[in-house]
């Protein structure tokens, strides 16, 4: 089992940048891929990125590429979602998601309760 809880969320101008933080408990984080999804009001989650255990590789969704970058932190079992040059259209609620490394299932098994980003025009 792992919990998952993002942080770092809140309302920012146009342009403006934020960084979003999801923490594990569990020792085991560095045994999980982690993604990052939004959903905004009246539409589906969608992906927004993924990064490996190890942090070796990492994937963005068009959207958010090249404004975005993914990190993690295994010793502080946290990972990171870094995001500039931030648009309306990227208010949502984000969440973090945890599946385990090597896993031929894309679904990801947990998930955090969310955190949201407003931005302004």
């Known amino acids: 089992q792992v919990q998952l809880v993002e942080s770092g969320g809140g309302l920012v101008q146009a342009g403006g940048s934020l960084r979003l933080s999801c923490a594990a408990s569990?020792?085991?984080?560095?045994?999980?891929?982690m993604g990052w999804f939004r959903q905004a009001p009246g539409k589906e989650r969608e992906f927004v990125g993924a990064i490996t255990w190890s942090g070796t590789n990492t994937r963005y969704a068009d959207s958010v590429k090249g404004r975005s970058t993914i990190s993690r932190d295994n010793a502080k079992m946290t990972t990171y979602l870094q995001m500039n040059s931030l648009k309306p259209e990227d208010t949502a609620v984000y969440y973090c998601a945890a599946r385990p490394r090597f896993s031929t299932d894309p679904k990801y098994d947990y998930w955090g309760q969310g955190t949201q980003v407003t931005v302004s025009s």
């Open positions: 569990s020792r085991t984080f560095s045994l999980y891929d």
